[in-house]
């Protein structure tokens, strides 16, 4: 009981010490401006406007919309064959087995599945 008296009778000195005195700036400029990564270095004139041109997960303006849907969704709504042909560009490809050689998987031998079925033991005995 008494080393608890003593250590709350004690005070407190952080251990982070500030420069200087603490002030507020007297002029903070809050007006808007482009990111310095941005493509364009300028802002859209409205936010309307942004909309117009913006896409997540497809177009965001309602008038591109329309082309995908027929009022009752977007692109699900149709079947797959009225939305045309599914073809990889070229240089494309659209599963890893299409590949050439040099960028396939490279198939697994025995020592490396022994390894990992028993958690990588097999390799210190």
Known sequence: MNATRVLLQQHRQPMIRFLGKRT????VDHTPH?????PTHSLPESFANYRQKAQQHGPLNPQQRTQYS???GAVGSHSGKSLGPVEPAKGEFFDRSELPERFR?????MAEIEA??????????
Request: no cysteine.
């Open 34 to 38: 482009a990111h310095p990564a941005s």
């Open 70 to 72: 027929t009022g009752r």
């Open 24 to 27: 507020v700036p007297q002029k």
């Open 116 to 125: 990992v079925e028993s958690g990588g033991a097999s390799l210190y005995v």
């Open 105 to 109: 998987r490279l198939k697994w031998t």
